[in-house]
T-cell receptor, first 114, second 114 residues
Framework: SQTIHQWPATLVQPVGSPLSLECTVEGTSNPNLYWYRQAAGRGLQLLFYSVGIGQISSEVPQNLSASRPQDRQFILSSKKLLLSDSGFYLC?????????????FGSGTRLTVV | SQQGEEDPQALSIQEGENATMNCSYKTSINNLQWYRQNSGRGLVHLILIRSNEREKHSGRLRVTLDTSKKSSSLLITASRAADTASYFCATDASQSPSNYQLIWGAGTKLIIKP
């Protein structure tokens, strides 16, 4: 069966520090991968998606970046965190079209920038 | 952008009662999905309903879709304390050039009182 792992679960980082969040998927090949951010009490904002190794699409301009070094690995990074980067970050995967098959989400990372 | 809008924003009911949440959207869709999110966790896919379907059941869940009114409802029958969570609807946009994105509402926070 397919599983998705996301870590760490919580992270407190100072302003200006770098960030690296990692997500891996097991049990499937060539998944579509996504990074979402969720503000408190709000819906989800798509940050990045990837349909293959090295293929990254960005949905919002920001100081975050994403990389997909391997088929089932998706990394969210920042060189210098801002206070506004605080939030709940969710990794997800879908088979082919998310509109048809839906997403499977990781358990999320609570990032607090101080 | 947020296409789906759930209402109510919050709902508190007694255990055993039925809970109904609604979702409205603005543009034509191919599918509509409902997800559940327990506090501080990732989202779990509940059910997908296609634009040519009017009603769908899954256990204690019943989803309806009215494309003429651009709205959907999620009914949870015989609610349990474990149903306490936030519930989100998500739609694709049939005119979207990409089938990778879902458009999310802000969610309904459901509290089941024992």
């Amino acid at each position: 069966s397919q599983t998705i792992h996301q870590w760490p679960a919580t992270l407190v980082q100072p302003v200006g520090s770098p960030l690296s969040l990692e997500c891996t998927v097991e049990g499937t090949s060539n998944p579509n991968l996504y990074w979402y951010r969720q503000a408190a009490g709000r819906g989800l904002q798509l940050l990045f998606y990837s349909v293959g190794i090295g293929q990254i699409s960005s949905e919002v301009p920001q100081n975050l970046s994403a990389s997909r070094p391997q088929d089932r690995q998706f990394i969210l990074s920042s060189k210098k965190l801002l206070l506004s980067d605080s939030g709940f970050y969710l990794c997800a995967w879908s088979a082919m079209s998310a509109a048809i098959y839906g997403y499977t989400f990781g358990s999320g990372t609570r990032l607090t920038v101080v | 952008s947020q296409q789906g809008e759930e209402d109510p924003q919050a709902l508190s009911i007694q255990e055993g009662e039925n809970a109904t949440m609604n979702c409205s959207y603005k543009t034509s869709i191919n599918n509509l999905q409902w997800y559940r999110q327990n506090s501080g966790r990732g989202l779990v896919h509940l059910i997908l309903i296609r634009s040519n379907e009017r009603e769908k059941h899954s256990g204690r869940l019943r989803v309806t879709l009215d494309t003429s009114k651009k709205s959907s409802s999620l009914l949870i029958t015989a609610s349990r304390a474990a149903d306490t969570a936030s519930y989100f609807c998500a739609t694709d946009a049939s005119q979207s050039p990409s089938n990778y994105q879902l458009i999310w509402g802000a969610g309904t926070k459901l509290i089941i009182k024992p």
